[in-house]
C-alpha cells in the first residue's frame, strides 16, 4: 500500500508540475483521491474456478469421479483483503471549452504463490495459489480530453469526449447491483483493457460512441492458450461502436463489437516451417438498459454472438480444417449470456442478480474428413476460465448491504448451476457441443463483504 500511495502522489505531482507551465490563464488542476479496504469472507460447498485468491467467482467445476468418489464434491473457505483500492481523478485544466481530466487506479492482485510440493495434486482436489503477499496492479491509467458546448442546430449544443489509456472495455462498463468481486461475470462481459474511446452527446438524449482496443491482461485464446500475441501478430485493432438513448431515470443502448486475430502466422507444411494467413473473426453485440425511479433501480444486459472469451464469457472457437499452403480455418462458437439486476433500497439495501448461458455451438456443421465429422476437444479453443463441455448455466443471487456513512456491510447467498455434457473419446459434436450424457453440478456460494470508503 505504501508504494502504491507513493507511486500515486509522484504521479500527482508530476502532472500538477507539467499543466502549470502551460499557461497562467489556465486553472490549476484538481485531485481527488479515494479508495477503500475492502475484505471478503467466502465460503464455497463445491470445488470451483475462481481467480484473485479464490474470490473472482466462474463456476463449480463437472463431476470428477476418482476411486468412486466426486473429488470435486468438497467444501472451502477463505477471506483477504487483497482487492483494497487507492486512486486519483485529474480534473479542472481547461483551454477554452476543451476540457483535460486523468485517471489512475490501482490494488492488489498477483504475487499468491502455487505449493511448491508435488502431492499438492495428491492430498488436495484444487487451487493451491492462494498463499503469498499480494502485489500492487493497475486497473486503470488514462487521459480525457473533452469538447463542450459545440453548436448542434436551434439551442441543442453536443460535446465530444475522447478518452485514451487503459480503462473499462465499453462493453463491460455496465454492472449490475452487486458487491461481489465478479459483478455478474461470466454471464456477461468483464475486462478493462488499452483502447481509444469517443462519445459524442447530441444534444440531450442521444449518444454515439466508438473505439479501437487492444488486449492486456484479458486476452483471446488460441492453440498457445490465452495470449495478446493473437492480435499483436493480427495487427488489427478490436472495434467497437454503440448507439444510446437516455432520459430522466432511464437508458437504453445498442452496439456491436468485432475481433480480428491470427491465431498462428507459422505452420508446417512437408515437414518444413512456412509462414501461413491463419486468421479468426468474429462479431458479438448486446443491449443494455437501466431505469430508477426513487429507492428503486432494474438493470439487465444480454449479449449474443461469436467469441468473446477475451471478455470472459464462455466462448470461443474451433479449429475446422486444414488448407494446403500449411493454414488453418477457423469458425466461431456462438454464446448467448444475460442477467438482469433488481436493488431497492438506500441505507438497507436488497439486490437481486439473475442470470443465464448458453452455449449455441457453431452456426453450421463443421465438414470434417476425419473422425466422422466430430471435432476433437484439442482443436476447441475456449473461454479459459471454463470448458468447452458446458452446456448451459445459470446463477440466483439474493445480497443485503447495510450502508452506514462510509462503511458498507454486505451479506450474499449465490448458487450457480452449470449443465456439462460428456465428451465422446475426447471429441464434440460436429456443431461443436459436447451432448451426451447431460447434467448439473451446481455451487452454494456465501460470501460476506466489509468495506471502508474513503
Known sequence: MRKLFCFFAAMAMMTSAAFASETEKAPKNNFKFYGFVRNYFVFDSRESVSGTGDLFYYLPKDVKMKDGIDINDQASFRFLSLTSRLGVDVSGYNIGNVHFGAKIEGDFYAGLSNSSNSNAGTYLPGNTKISGTAQARLRQAFATITWKDLPMGEENKASVGLKIGQAWHPMAADHPHLFSLEVGAPFGPFSRTPLVQMDANLGDHWVISGAAIWQMQYQSTGPIGASASYMKYGCTPEMYAALA??????????????????????????????????????????????????????????????????????????????????????????????????????????????????????????????????????????????????????????????????????????????????????????????????????????????????
Request: proline share 2%; with cysteine.
Open 245 to 454: 438513448y437516455k432520459t430522466k431515470g432511464f437508458l437504453l443502448r445498442a452496439g456491436v463489437d468485432m475481433v480480428s486475430i491470427k491465431p498462428r502466422v507459422l505452420g508446417q507444411l512437408n515437414g518444413k516451417t512456412v509462414r501461413v494467413s491463419d486468421r479468426k473473426t468474429s462479431v458479438l453485440g448486446y443491449v443494455y438498459t437501466q431505469y430508477s425511479h426513487k429507492k428503486f433501480a432494474v438493470k439487465a444486459k444480454s449479449t449474443f454472438g461469436q467469441g468473446g472469451e477475451h471478455m470472459n464469457l464462455m466462448s470461443g472457437y474451433v479449429k475446422v480444417g486444414e488448407n494446403s499452403d500449411g493454414s488453418w480455418n477457423y469458425a466461431s462458437l456462438r454464446n448467448s449470456s444475460s442477467w438482469l439486476s433488481l436493488s431497492y433500497g438506500k441505507k438497507w439495501q436488497g439486490v437481486l442478480f439473475l442470470g443465464y448461458v448458453k452455449n449455441l455451438g457453431l452456426s453450421d456443421k463443421a465438414h470434417i474428413p476425419y473422425l466422422d465429422a466430430k471435432i476433437p476437444s484439442s482443436d476447441v479453443y475456449f473461454c479459459g476460465n471454463g470448458f468447452s463441455n458446458i452446456n448451459q448455466m445459470y446463477r440466483i443471487n439474493p445480497q443485503l448491504i447495510y450502508n452506514i456513512g462510509k462503511l458498507n456491510v454486505g451479506l450474499e447467498y449465490q448458487y450457480t448451476g452449470v449443465q456439462y455434457g460428456e465428451y465422446d473419446g475426447g471429441n464434440l459434436n460436429s456443431y461443436g457441443l459436447a451432448d451426451k450424457n447431460l447434467h448439473w453440478v451446481g455451487n452454494n456460494r456465501v460470501n460476506l463483504m466489509v468495506k471502508y470508503n474513503f
